[in-house]
């Protein structure tokens, strides 16, 4: 295949594998075992030669997911330093976002590849149907099925109050704002985390407004990654490195103040969490 005209494609395949797998250190992994199977294969026949590299880059991402599902009970560290998007990549992750990465992290491989190729990049479904060895019809389904669990909650009066009370506590965990924290919480707030959940390896229960405030001063870095989202119908936190859902902040209102702060970091708890992308608005 001529080098040239695989470069033109490049960056839009990078995208779609990007989006596909939340990871940027992935998708050029893919989009490089793309070329060497479109270089092995020829392209002289083909006449829609982006799309085809397309279904090629699709291919290879969705073995990748269920490989990276097949790891799922590998123990999953956070490590702040070890974000895979660098500067120059920045622009690509922030075409996305985390909360938007870690819900399609819950969703099946077939799922996930349903929905970005379709509501992503508008590929027809009778394209995507081959791709995952389904009909058409089957393929529209998982899609829509994927599409309820990312798209973001109906923003009512209760649910934006406590968005905002979520985006406080993350700019204030982030900035160091001790006062601000502390005007968030109950003065009884209760914070739980499962031993998963810290690098400790030890569950906690911790008691009281002054702690808990302290305990988020001290969670500066991980809150760099962390975004806004919905968990189990109420504004929460999400962490996720590489586009994988590592740690969730459950939060439990009441008058407008965290009341209840359940981190969940075990892996069946994850996956038994449900979660949400909470935008501003009901679109995606």
């Known amino acids: 295949m001529d080098a040239e005209l695989f470069e033109q494609d490049r960056t839009r395949l990078r995208a779609v594998a990007y989006r596909i797998l939340g990871s940027t250190a992935e998708a050029d992994d893919a989009v490089q075992e793309a070329w060497l199977r479109a270089n092995q294969a020829g392209t002289d026949d083909v006449e829609n030669l982006s799309g085809w590299l397309t279904t090629v880059v699709a291919r290879v991402c969705l073995n990748m997911l269920r490989s990276r599902a097949q790891r799922r009970e590998e123990p999953f560290e956070i490590d702040v330093v070890a974000r895979d998007s ?78 905002a009370a979520a985006d406080a506590y993350l700019a204030a965990t982030r900035g160091g704002d001790f006062e601000a924290l502390m005007a968030l919480l109950a003065p009884d707030v209760v914070l739980r985390a499962d031993a998963m959940a810290l690098p400790t390896g030890k569950p906690v229960v911790i008691r009281g407004a002054d702690v808990v405030a302290k305990g988020a001063m001290a969670s500066a870095g991980r809150a760099l990654l962390a975004e806004v989202a919905l968990v189990n119908g109420s504004a929460g936190l999400v962490m996720g490195v590489g586009g994988r859902l590592a740690v969730v902040l459950a939060f439990t209102f009441a008058d407008g103040v965290i009341t209840g702060i359940d981190v969940i970091g075990d892996r069946d708890r994850l996956r038994a969490t449900d979660l949400s992308v909470l935008s501003q608005t009901s679109e995606v």
Do not use: C, N, W, Y
Request: aromatic share 4%; hydrophobic share 50%.
């Open 86 to 163: 660098p500067e120059q990549d920045a622009e690509l992750a922030d075409s996305v976002g985390l909360a938007m990465l870690v819900v399609l992290d819950t969703l099946s491989p077939v799922e996930r590849l349903a929905f970005v190729l379709h509501d992503m990049f508008a590929m027809p479904f009778d394209d995507i149907a081959p791709l995952i060895e389904k009909s058409a019809a089957a393929t529209r389904q998982l899609a829509s099925r994927a599409r309820r669990r990312v798209r973001g909650a109906e923003l009512t009066p209760d649910l934006a109050r406590q968005r």
